[in-house]
């Protein structure tokens, strides 16, 4: 898209004074909710998401059900406030391909062989956006999974990298996203580089991609370490307070 | 329990290679490494590595005693809330009283609390649970609470010590069922003890000598035990 806007100057600095493999400021809390099985609280430079997991409790109705395996239903939803001009509340072409993209990154963790017909519901409520917003739910829903105890190969993360300017950057602000050139969405199982999401809108070019991706994985890693982070000292400090 | 460190493992954390250790419950192998899979308190007792599960759902196996609620009588068996993935049939066979077919109302309605026992699971997780055995019974009247499934050990204490306590100073009679569920009946007062009791193990589960600050806990305002 053509713009007048400079996203990126000559120097390689960001509109919020960022550098161009800088991630905005992320801050996650385990455990939040009291009504929920697992829960987490996630904010992501300006998105605020929480996520809520229930289960696994048996899938109704009955023919939702796999009598092999459990099915993950991830409901991402959009707060009408969360945007500036109001969104019209409840399910949209948009938070129902998210959801399903979700769901789909979930269940290639969680190890769902072991509860033959459940579900395992993750409820993820977008409070306020600022772009990536699907990365930083899905991040949210793997550290609830956590809290909620639910067996799993490994943590999934998400990360988006981009291209901006004619340069690829990590991790698009909202600015960025709206008039910049590309955007490449990813969530990966950090331990084996798996990849159990990748979505691209706009253009890039096969070696652009290359860059995109690589940088969008070292952001995952980023995010993952913050991630174990938030849960261990959900669960260490609970020992340590009357250890000592 | 072991006496080990208790050291917190979150998923896909590697505990260990294969052939020096093995695995046990709460991990899985892959490419020779025991690998955890999910969250809980490392215990490595005879070269097996165990995870001790600090959140999630009672997980059913045969033989456990369980506290259910009714949720719906048909005319040859009941269908109970076990706190599980799953709810659990018991079958007019699985109770001590002669029931006439289509009377299962006048023995367990919608509502009741039972202290049952975990009879089968079979592959597709149908449960079945009995009340076929002594000590196996519907309890009445009485307080029914929740807890975190997963500190029923601590809740129970070495050879029960954590409840025997609890009873000799709350004076209540308590039924605690594997499935994460509590029942008390006694006065409000001793009831009132008996939750925060169980709110402190909930937190301080992963310490050592809890069983004596209970003790102590309970001792400051017990007036008179028996």
Known sequence: MKSDIELINSEGRRNDGRGPHDLRKIKIEAGVLHRADGSCSLEWGG??????????????????????????QARYNMAAFSVE?????????????????ISEALEKVILI????????????????????????????????????????????VACAAGKIGGKVVLDLGKEEDNFGDADLPIAISPRTGEVLLLQMDGHLTVDEFNEAFDLAVKGCQTVSEIQKKAIMQKYQSAAAEVQE | MSNEGRQVVIPGQILGETPALRPGRGTFVENKKILAERLGVLNIQDNFVHIIPLRGRYDPMVGDFVIGVVEEASTSNWMVDINAPYPALLHVHEVPWEIEFADTEKYLNTGDTILAKVLSIDESKKLQITLNDRNLFKLKGGHLIEFEPSVYRRIMGKKYSMIEIIQKYT???????????????GDAEGIEKVLSAISMIEREAITFGLTDRMEEFLKKDAKDVR
């Open chain 2, 171 to 185: 004076r209540c009679r308590i039924k605690v069922g594997k499935n994460g569920r509590i029942w008390i009946d």
């Open chain 1, 47 to 72: 998105n605020k998401v929480l996520a809520a997991v229930y289960g696994p409790r048996e899938a109704v109705p009955r023919h939702v059900q796999n009598p092999l395996r459990a099915i993950v």
């Open chain 1, 113 to 156: 062989e072991q509860f033959p017909r459940a579900s395992i519901d993750v409820n993820i409520e977008v409070l306020d956006a600022e772009a990536g917003t699907r990365c930083a739910g899905l991040t949210a829903a793997g550290v609830a999974l956590v809290d909620a105890g639910i067996p799993m190969r490994d943590i999934p």
């Open chain 1, 85 to 101: 001009d109001r969104k019209r509340p409840g399910p949209d072409r948009r938070s129902v391909e998210i959801s399903k993209v």
